[in-house]
Structure formats: structure tokens, C-alpha cells
């Protein structure tokens, strides 16, 4: 049988992979050691053309849904990582058929959730991940997908100007619909809830849980978080048409909490003295699409919102609030941002993303003055973090040596 293989691009080196081989045989030259998380199915990352890739060994029917439906998501703009290619055909040496694989793009600077806790992470990071996972969560439903197995090992997480961002993975049992229910929402948080509890205690099992909380307790948080973004994204408002000021301030809300709305639905009642408003097409990214328009950086929403924020003091110190706002982030970008970055020595660059390290420069700035009880400038707060800070961080963007999958799990009875 000849291999069949399906990808959105082309590239000639997947035929040189071991095909023949069952998966967890494949030989240590041509794997990538980056920390994997927990998962049905023998996953390896592997060296492809300059680049690293994840391939998942599966049943050919679901490679094939879980290849498509990633791409549908990547065509709405969803976070998930990119999917490359599927392998079908594939037999061993004495013509046996093989599990097909499912190959994805590996997200740089990403870990799973297990990787994160092999670090020294301070208190509150559990509440981070799921805070990350509940905007996931709530993206993923404004667009009508149903994940169906929703938890943090399914997730891999980006720092994020001192949050995180989330990306699905696992796409395998999720479904695509024009709309979800109330009841499928409802389910997916279910799931949610308890697979989170699950994970928690498997880390407190294994002490690595830096929380001080009952792991069922802090799940819970993701049904909390949930609601709360889901009621401020679609709610209906009632306004009398003399507090017509209040739809800006909804659109202003919506913009803080990092969300654009590109419309909505307004109605007046019968005698026109009060006005009904909804969101009808919300979507996320308010923050990276302006700094994006203003400076050509394209970074997280978290980390976006920061270097604005930077964007703006510097606008104020230098008194060109009247010059145009491209033209002041322009120079902003050339001065402040890019000299910086420019310091980083090579050899720390994979340690974290650029934008990342200008807001932990930011951070260190700030309690250095703390504890001086004077101000400091970028330059000298640089100097001390690039001796001080970076050098101890791990390496982010291919995270090698750590195997997430080695460390300690504990099994849990029902």
C-alpha cells in the first residue's frame, strides 16, 4: 500500500521520515526533546526542513476529521496550533498496517501546563491556566465549536505579559456548529470542571502544586470565570435614550477586556423611551490589532496592551499627545522598543519572546524603584535584568530536556 498524504503545503522531507516504523520506535536522531504533555496516543516532536513538528499516531478516520477541523479553526482565526499533514498507508516491514499520523506545526515558546510546573512558578499559576483556558473557552464558543474534552492537558500555554494565553490541541472530539446551546456549553464546562480537578490533584500528588487550595475548589474558578466573560460579551442591556452615553461605555468595556465588536443589535420599545442593546459580532484581539496597525509587532493581547501602555507614557513624557499617534509609534518603536531588544545577547534569545522580556524589563524597573525609593531608566533597569533575571530562565521557545510525560502521575480512584 502507498502512503497517502495530505497537506496543505509541500514539502518532499515527510517522505524521508521512518514511516515503517511504529512511532515509538522512531530513532533518537531525528527526534526534538521538547516537553510533551500527557496523552492517549504515542506523540513524538521530530526535525523537519528547520523547523520541529508534532506527529500523533491515530486511527486514519480520525487524523483525517482532526486535520480538517483544525483548519477550519485556523480559518476563524481560532488560537490552536497549526495543522501540517496526514500520513495514511503506512505499513511495517512485514506488511503490516500502521496507525496514520497527524502532523502539526510545534507552537514556539508554548508549554503544556506539566512543563510549566517542573519550574519555579510563583503562587496563583493554577488560576492563571484556567483564567487562560476560560477566555479559550469562551472564544471557542462564540464560534460555535464544542470541544467535548476540555482540560489543561489538552491545552499548551504562551506567557503572556505575566498572564497566559491558551491554544487548543486536541481538536479530536470537537464539533463545529453555526451555534452552541446553552446545554453544550454547559456540558463542555462539566467536562471542564472535573478534568481540571483531576490534573490539579495529579500535580499535588506529585508535589508540584504551589497552591495552598483544594484542587476541586480552584476548578471550580473556570465555571466562574466563564460566566463572567460570556455575561459581559453577549448580555442584553437595557438603556433609557436619555443614557444613550452607556452603549459607548459597553463598546469601551468590551475593548478594556481585550475584545472588539464589530456589531449591534439595537432595538427601541414600543414607545421609544428605552433602548435594547447586544453585541451581535464580538471578537477578540482589540489590543494586538491596534499595536499591530501602529507598529507592525504582532504579539499577544496581554502583551500588547503593555507595550501600549509604554507606548502611551512615552508619548506623555515627551508632550506629544497632539502629534499623530503613528508617527509617535514610530519613534516609540524606534527608540525604546527595538533598541532594547536589540541588547538581548544571542545566546539568552530563546529564553523568552522579545515582547515578553520588554514587559518583564518593565516589571523589574518598577521594583527596583521599589526598592531604591528612585526612578531608574529602561537602559539600567536592562543592564540588571539581562544580569540578573534572563540567565536563570529556562528556554521557551524549544523548551529541550524536560519530559513532562516521565514526571510523576498519580492514579486516582473514582
Not at 274 to 300: C, E, F, M
Not at 315 to 340: C, K, M
Request: proline share 4%.
Amino acid at each position: 500500500m502507498a502512503l497517502q498524504i495530505t497537506s496543505a503545503g509541500v514539502d518532499p522531507a515527510l517522505l524521508d521520515l521512518p514511516w515503517r516504523l511504529p512511532l515509538e520506535e522512531w530513532p533518537e536522531e531525528i527526534l526534538a526533546a521538547l516537553p510533551r504533555g500527557i496523552s492517549r496516543h504515542v506523540v513524538r516532536f521530530v526535525r523537519l526542513s528547520g523547523r520541529v513538528v508534532a506527529i500523533k499516531e491515530i486511527k486514519a478516520e480520525i487524523a483525517s476529521r482532526e486535520y480538517y477541523m483544525l483548519r477550519n479553526l485556523q480559518r476563524l482565526e481560532l488560537p490552536t496550533v497549526v495543522p501540517y499533514a496526514v500520513v495514511a498507508g503506512r505499513e511495517d516491514a512485514e506488511g503490516e498496517p500502521l496507525d496514520a499520523c497527524l502532523i502539526t506545526e510545534h507552537l514556539q515558546f508554548s508549554l503544556p501546563y506539566r512543563a510549566l510546573y517542573s519550574q519555579s512558578l510563583r503562587k496563583g499559576t493554577a488560576v492563571r491556566l484556567i483564567d487562560a483556558l476560560a477566555v479559550l473557552l469562551v472564544r471557542l464558543h462564540l464560534a460555535g465549536f464544542w470541544w467535548g474534552d476540555v482540560s489543561l492537558s489538552n491545552t499548551l500555554f504562551r506567557r503572556d505579559a505575566g498572564a497566559f494565553a491558551a491554544y487548543l490541541v486536541d481538536a479530536e472530539t470537537g464539533e463545529l456548529h453555526e451555534s452552541l446551546s446553552a446545554g453544550q456549553r454547559e456540558h463542555d464546562l462539566d467536562i471542564a470542571r472535573v478534568n481540571i480537578a483531576g490534573e490539579l490533584m495529579d500535580l499535588e500528588a506529585g508535589g508540584l502544586l504551589q497552591e495552598d487550595r483544594d484542587p476541586v475548589a480552584v476548578s471550580e474558578r473556570i465555571m466562574v470565570r466563564y460566566h463572567e466573560l460570556w455575561s459581559i460579551l453577549t448580555s442584553t442591556e437595557e438603556i433609557t435614550f436619555d443614557e444613550r452615553w452607556r452603549v459607548e461605555d459597553r463598546l469601551r468595556r468590551l475593548n478594556k477586556l481585550g475584545f472588539d465588536v464589530d456589531e449591534f443589535a439595537m432595538t427601541t420599545d414600543i414607545g421609544g423611551t428605552t433602548l435594547t442593546i447586544q453585541p451581535k459580532v464580538v471578537d477578540a484581539g482589540h489590543h494586538s490589532r491596534r499595536l499591530l496597525r501602529l507598529t507592525g509587532l504582532d504579539v499577544r493581547e496581554n502583551q500588547a496592551r503593555r507595550l501600549l501602555n509604554d507606548l502611551d507614557a512615552y508619548r506623555a513624557a515627551h508632550d506629544r499627545q497632539g502629534d499623530d499617534e503613528e508617527i509617535v509609534a514610530h519613534d516609540w518603536l524606534e527608540r525604546v522598543y527595538q533598541p532594547l531588544v536589540r541588547r538581548i545577547p544571542s545566546s539568552l534569545r530563546a529564553k523568552l519572546e522579545p515582547a515578553e522580556v520588554f514587559h518583564e524589563v518593565l516589571e523589574h524597573r518598577w521594583y527596583m524603584a521599589e526598592r531604591a525609593k528612585h526612578d531608574f531608566t529602561i537602559q539600567e533597569a536592562l543592564d540588571d535584568y539581562l544580569a540578573q533575571i534572563l540567565p536563570g530562565k529556562p528556554d521557551e521557545q524549544s523548551v529541550v530536556g524536560i519530559d513532562t510525560v516521565e514526571m510523576p502521575v498519580t492514579v486516582l480512584d473514582d
